[in-house]
């Protein structure tokens, strides 16, 4: 079966850095698109970063943009998202989720706080 393990959440001071990383199994990792999003207390779930199967092309929410980067690593079946000059308003919890016929799958995500 599909399964999408977030890691590498935590506690961080504003202007820091973290990298999630999502492992998945349970399909061919490397056909598939996939997804960062992230779900802040009390607001929707967003969309944050894209990228495609072969890892040729990014998307970026404006909200991230040039402080976010998505890749993948497809023989370790994962893909990650290196967050650099971390804010308040990034806490939520993240989570990834493939694309296409698999989109209905979701990991347990990870909390990011963003704190002083």
């Known amino acids: 079966q599909v399964q999408l393990v977030e890691s590498g959440g935590g506690l961080v001071q504003p202007g820091g850095s973290l990298r999630l990383s999502c492992t998945a199994s349970g399909f061919t990792f490397s056909k598939y698109a996939m997804s960062w999003y992230r779900q802040a207390p009390g607001k929707e779930r967003d969309l944050v970063a894209q990228?495609?199967?072969?890892?040729?092309?990014?998307n970026y929410a404006d909200f991230v943009k040039g402080r976010f980067t998505i890749s993948r690593d497809n023989g370790k079946n994962t893909v990650y998202l290196q967050m650099n000059s971390l804010q308040h308003e990034d806490t939520a919890v993240y989570y990834c989720?493939?694309?296409?016929?698999?989109?209905?799958?979701w990991g347990q995500g990870t909390q990011v706080t963003v704190s002083s």
């Open positions: 989720r493939p694309g296409g016929f698999l989109s209905r799958y």
């Open positions: 990228i495609t199967d072969g890892g040729g092309s990014t």
